[in-house]
């Protein structure tokens, strides 16, 4: 079962403006990832955030994390059209209940940054 | 590359074949997971073994779906008597630490005709 929801579902900028994408999540975490996916691709890690850490930044990427709210932000900066893929958040719960570390993704933001 | 490697990349094979993908993971990484992602769905969890140990299976994975990870190096799926129910793309991970990121390869897309 999915356990985070993005928001929105898709996300039309243009080249330079800065996207927004929202997760929301159910259960406690140990950790939240984002990651991104090109069209039919494999996915890559891009920034992890642990449940005590409210605020993280890596290169253009800003990551926030409300516990309390159970949500976080994924904020990139002066997009460019390399930037269209679609935007995924996991959730890890730890090694709580035998999860193992186990990763639930949402389903997902489609960015498209158009030149 | 040191990177997770999946083979093949695609496969196409008939209903009731049998089909068997590959995970090379990063050498030095211990925990191994496999997921299975939808068309407009994130990927779901489905195996996870930690070196050659299977500790977790989701209820996704019914008995025509096998795991193996022998030697705790690389690991197989297999899918007996395939359905079109099974079309999607199957990604590996690994990762080193109990609580670090998740490194995926560039997944398997099975289509089941």
């Known amino acids: 079962s999915q356990q985070g929801e993005e928001d929105p579902q898709a996300l039309s900028i243009q080249e330079g403006e800065n996207a927004t994408m929202n997760c929301s999540y159910k259960?406690?975490?140990?950790?939240l990832q984002w990651y991104r996916q090109n069209s039919g691709r494999g996915l890559v890690h891009l920034i992890l955030?642990?449940?005590?850490?409210r605020e993280k930044h890596s290169g253009r990427l800003r990551v926030t994390l409300d516990t309390s709210k159970k949500s976080s932000s994924l904020l990139i900066t002066a997009s460019r059209a390399a930037d269209t893929a679609s935007y995924f958040c996991a959730t890890d719960a730890g090694n709580s209940g035998g999860s193992n570390y186990k990763l639930t993704f949402g389903k997902g933001t489609l960015l498209t940054v158009n030149p | 590359d040191t990177g997770v490697s999946q083979n093949p990349r695609h496969k196409i094979t008939k209903r009731g074949q049998n089909v068997t993908f590959r995970c090379d993971p990063i050498?030095?990484?211990?925990?191994l997971y496999w997921y299975r992602q939808t068309l407009g769905q994130g990927p779901e969890f489905l195996t996870y073994f930690q070196n050659e140990a299977q500790l977790e299976k989701s209820r996704l994975l019914s008995d025509r779906f096998s795991a193996e990870r022998p030697k705790g190096s690389f690991s197989t799926l297999e899918i007996q008597r395939t359905e079109q129910g099974d079309s999607a793309m199957y990604l590996c991970?690994?990762?080193?630490?109990?609580?670090?990121?998740?490194?995926f390869g560039p997944g398997t897309r099975l289509t089941v005709l």
């Open positions: 259960t406690s975490i140990n950790n």
């Open positions: 991970a690994s990762s080193l630490k109990p609580a670090g990121e998740q490194f």
């Open positions: 050498s030095e990484h211990n925990r």
């Open positions: 955030i642990r449940s005590n850490e």
